[in-house]
């Protein structure tokens, strides 16, 4: 009787040990999740002994942690981005707003029709320029918030391409630019968005005439399982470009801003291709700036 009792009480002894071990272990996790909370510290929960699955607890805490503390530097690198992209086209914006207030008053003192039809023309340029600043940095922020999804079905990649390069050839030739376009003859389905596929074409094209030398070149073809369009053009000064950075947001390789630029056109034709599923690379060769699109193909339910 008395060396059961001796057993008895050993074992509560020592589970009241353990229990009191694994209070003390679930307390630190607590003050450890306090501090973390409190000093938005990085640090990392640790246990000091296996007892009921602590050491399994604890990573799945510093995972979770991890996640939490991935979204809010995604977020305040969102938030940084588009402040950014704010503070970077206020400039710009403000440029042609001065210009408009200043012709505005030269239209007010015209004499001549002549004279006012000049200064009308300046001020509907310069509203234009102002309406493709502030629609860049519309699109750009929708792109960049992950809520934004892109509606996509099947197209047929060919006949967007044809359809916004005969929309733009006529243009084209009044700026004193040959276009040379070659385009497959198949059809080439993919799972995307035709006006995302225009304005991947418009913003890349405009960034051609606006650097370029009076010359373009569209080819659209089939490579293995990929559409690819390439565009290419003579750029004036090589030297200025860094391929590497061309589609970065707010990049441009216009260092004296001779031509008003919001620096997002390629940036916006980076994350419309990616959000299709495709791929968006430049080259720089022998003075001829290359911009190369591929997406992918779909099984075709078009017609033949």
Request: with cysteine; glycine share 4%.
């Amino acid at each position: 009787m008395k060396i059961a009792i001796v057993i008895l009480a050993l074992v509560t002894a020592a589970l009241t040990g353990w229990l009191l071990l694994l209070w003390r272990q679930n307390l630190a996790i607590s003050r450890q999740l306090r501090f973390i909370r409190e000093e938005n510290s990085c640090m990392r929960v640790s246990v000091n002994a296996e007892m009921l699955g602590e050491l399994a607890l604890a990573q799945e805490i510093n995972e979770t942690l991890d996640d939490v503390r991935d979204q809010k530097r995604a977020m305040s690198e969102r938030e940084k981005l588009i402040a950014d992209a704010y503070a970077n086209l206020s400039h710009d914006i403000r440029t042609p707003l001065t210009s408009l207030d200043g012709y505005v008053q030269l239209l007010r003192d015209a004499k001549t029709d002549e004279d006012r039809e000049r200064y009308t023309a300046v001020i509907g340029e310069r509203i234009g320029t102002l309406k493709e600043l502030l629609e860049d940095l519309f699109t750009f922020t929708k792109l960049k918030n992950d809520a934004y999804e892109l509606d996509l079905k099947q197209v047929s990649l060919r006949s967007v391409v044809a359809e916004t390069v005969l929309s733009y050839y006529d243009t084209w030739k009044e700026m004193g630019v040959t276009p040379e376009i070659l385009l497959t003859d198949e059809v080439l389905p993919i799972e995307g968005n035709d006006l995302a596929v225009k304005r991947i074409l418009h913003n890349i094209t405009k960034n051609a005439v606006v650097h370029g030398r009076n010359a373009l070149k569209i080819f659209l073809h089939r490579v293995d399982n990929e559409a690819e369009i390439v565009i290419s053009n003579p750029v004036e000064h090589p030297e200025e470009i860094e391929v590497a950075r061309v589609f970065e947001q707010f990049y441009t390789a216009d260092r004296f801003h001779r031509q008003a630029s919001s620096g997002l056109g390629l940036a916006i034709a980076k994350e419309y291709t990616e959000r299709m599923g495709g791929t968006i690379g430049a080259s720089l060769e022998d003075g001829i700036f290359s911009v190369m699109i591929r997406l992918p193909l779909a099984q075709s339910s078009f017609s033949v």
